[in-house]
């Protein structure tokens, strides 16, 4: 967790620093999309100079994967909800379109990364152990999507394993998420719309212009309103953990076709548990404060959320979620990517993992192991790591399943399932 805030005056310099940061990196956006526009260039990633051809290319699908999965559709000739959420020829939106707030820069002002690059693990030389990245992971296809370089981005629309998919990251509530980008006959691919839903990323498709917030998944204004994405876990690990245990796996590049200051937090001290979320209209539920880091997972008729602080103490929280034993483990050893002007100098936030308590119709009890990321099931004696991984013991090299979870802040999770349970 991040240290105790400063007192007094210190404390609101550094709201006011903060604001000016958040103000500075809507003004850059606002005068990259000006100069663009005048000069003709397209507002997606693929303008300006990306400094070469360095990486691998995930535009198409790999090898043995559909290549058709990777076609998307056409743009659809309907009202669009980035022009007005509540046209009369569109479905009733499923909020107040008064609650959808600019954040700033425009759509795509922020720009989504469309022709992902990877490179292999050992070819990375720009994180440190301690950064955090984005992990998915499907039918043996692992990619890491570093967080210093989705902070600039918030978008990935990559193609994994054959499956059309998109990996998300909202700064704001610190949520990384990824979801299924086909949806019935529709490949889709999404954008940063430049507005806000309860200080959440909202995304838009641009087949359609329906409106989704990243927190839910779920298109709440436009042609798609109601529909929602199908899910895909991911995980939040440190770059030494992850490079340790997927050697062979790929990472994305910092050859974005964008020039950004790749490393760097614009949003420095805004973790502050003290602080306020930006440009949030919801109420705060008093049992934590505002940007206390809570995991939460379940589905929307059973939210459970885990304070991770308390996580981190006992290292291993056991709960029933719709009716599945699950196990929740913490522990230290990741930086914040919003703490610090360098992500790499980040204040320990550890890492987390949700999982199945079930193997092989067993149920696992799981103990803090010896030191720090270890744990023990008492029923085989084995030892497994933060990635619920075996490492040691009659179950080596098995895996429990990993379930969907997200690493946010209280204030976005309770805005979103507000009957949520709070644990422990």
Same mark, same amino acid.
């Given at each position: 967790?991040?240290?105790?805030?400063?007192?007094?005056? @210190?404390?609101? $310099?550094? $709201?006011?620093?903060?604001?000016?940061?958040?103000?500075?990196?809507?003004?850059?956006?606002?005068?990259?999309?000006?100069?663009?526009?005048?000069?003709?260039?397209?507002?997606?990633?693929?303008?300006?100079?990306?400094?070469?051809?360095?990486?691998?290319?995930?535009?198409?699908?790999?090898? *043995?994967?559909?290549?058709?999965?990777?076609?998307?559709?056409?743009?659809?000739?309907? !009202?669009?909800?980035?022009?007005?959420?509540?046209?009369?020829?569109?479905?009733?939106?499923?909020?107040?379109?008064? %609650?959808?707030?600019?954040?700033?820069?425009?759509?795509?002002?922020?720009?989504?990364?469309?022709?992902?690059?990877?490179?292999?693990?050992?070819?990375?030389?720009?994180?440190? =152990?301690?950064?955090?990245?984005?992990?998915?992971?499907?039918?043996?296809?692992?990619?890491?999507?570093?967080?210093?370089?989705?902070?600039?981005?918030?978008?990935?629309?990559?193609? #994994?394993?054959?499956? !059309?998919?998109?990996?998300?990251? +909202?700064?704001? +509530?610190? &949520?990384?998420?990824?979801?299924?980008? @086909?949806?019935?006959?529709?490949?889709?691919?999404?954008?940063?719309? *430049?507005?806000?839903?309860?200080?959440?990323?909202?995304?838009?498709?641009?087949? @359609?212009?329906?409106?989704?917030?990243?927190?839910?998944?779920?298109?709440?204004?436009?042609?798609?309103?109601?529909?929602?994405?199908?899910?895909?876990?991911?995980?939040?690990?440190?770059?030494?953990?992850?490079?340790?245990?997927?050697?062979?796996?790929?990472?994305?590049?910092?050859?974005?076709?964008?020039?950004? /200051?790749?490393?760097?937090?614009?949003?420095?001290?805004?973790?502050?548990?003290?602080? &306020?979320?930006?440009?949030?209209?919801?109420?705060?539920?008093?049992?934590?404060?505002?940007?206390? $880091?809570?995991?939460?997972?379940?589905?929307?008729?059973?939210?459970?959320? #885990?304070?991770?602080?308390?996580?981190?103490?006992?290292?291993?929280?056991?709960?029933?979620?719709?009716?599945?034993? #699950?196990?929740?483990?913490?522990?230290?050893?990741?930086? &914040?990517?919003? =703490?610090?002007?360098?992500?790499? %100098?980040?204040?320990?936030?550890?890492?987390?993992?949700?999982?199945?308590?079930?193997?092989?119709?067993?149920?696992?009890?799981?103990?803090?192991?010896?030191?720090?990321?270890?744990?023990? /099931?008492?029923?085989?004696?084995? @030892?497994?790591?933060?990635?619920?991984?075996?490492?040691?013991?009659?179950? #080596?090299?098995?895996?429990?399943?990993?379930?969907?979870?997200?690493?946010?802040?209280?204030?976005?999770?309770?805005?979103?399932?507000?009957?949520?349970?709070?644990?422990?």
């Amino acid at each position: 967790m991040t240290a105790q805030p400063p007192p007094g005056n @210190t404390r609101r $310099r550094r $709201r006011a620093s903060l604001v000016a940061a958040l103000v500075a990196v809507v003004v850059v956006v606002v005068v990259v999309v000006v100069v663009g526009t005048a000069f003709g260039l397209r507002l997606t990633p693929g303008f300006g100079s990306g400094g070469g051809d360095a990486g691998v290319t995930a535009s198409a699908a790999p090898a *043995g994967g559909d290549p058709d999965a990777a076609v998307e559709s056409a743009r659809e000739d309907v !009202p669009s909800a980035l022009d007005r959420m509540d046209d009369p020829e569109l479905p009733t939106p499923l909020i107040d379109p008064a %609650d959808v707030v600019s954040g700033g820069p425009p759509p795509d002002g922020i720009p989504p990364i469309d022709e992902p690059r990877f490179l292999a693990v050992d070819e990375v030389d720009f994180l440190v =152990d301690e950064e955090p990245v984005v992990v998915l992971s499907l039918d043996g296809d692992t990619r890491a999507y570093p967080v210093q370089i989705l902070t600039w981005h918030e978008i990935v629309n990559d193609v #994994v394993a054959g499956r !059309p998919v998109t990996v998300t990251y +909202c700064p704001l +509530c610190n &949520s990384a998420l990824a979801f299924e980008r @086909t949806v019935d006959e529709r490949v889709l691919s999404f954008g940063t719309s *430049g507005r806000l839903y309860l200080s959440n990323l909202v995304m838009y498709d641009r087949q @359609t212009e329906s409106l989704w917030p990243q927190a839910e998944g779920r298109a709440v204004a436009g042609v798609l309103t109601g529909t929602e994405l199908d899910r895909l876990p991911v995980a939040l690990l440190p770059w030494g953990q992850f490079r340790d245990g997927f050697p062979d796996a790929l990472v994305l590049s910092r050859e974005t076709g964008t020039s950004r /200051d790749y490393g760097r937090n614009p949003y420095v001290g805004y973790d502050d548990v003290e602080a &306020s979320p930006f440009l949030f209209r919801g109420d705060v539920d008093p049992r934590l404060p505002a940007m206390a $880091r809570v995991v939460g997972l379940g589905d929307p008729a059973d939210p459970v959320a #885990v304070r991770t602080d308390e996580l981190l103490v006992r290292a291993v929280v056991e709960l029933e979620v719709a009716g599945e034993p #699950v196990v929740v483990l913490g522990a230290p050893g990741q930086a &914040s990517a919003l =703490d610090t002007q360098e992500i790499a %100098d980040g204040a320990d936030v550890g890492t987390t993992g949700v999982f199945s308590a079930t193997l092989d119709g067993r149920t696992l009890s799981l103990r803090p192991g010896e030191a720090p990321g270890e744990f023990v /099931d008492d029923l085989t004696g084995s @030892t497994w790591d933060v990635q619920g991984r075996a490492v040691a013991g009659s179950e #080596v090299g098995r895996a429990l399943q990993r379930r969907p979870s997200t690493d946010t802040f209280w204030f976005s999770w309770q805005s979103f399932w507000p009957e949520t349970l709070l644990e422990p």
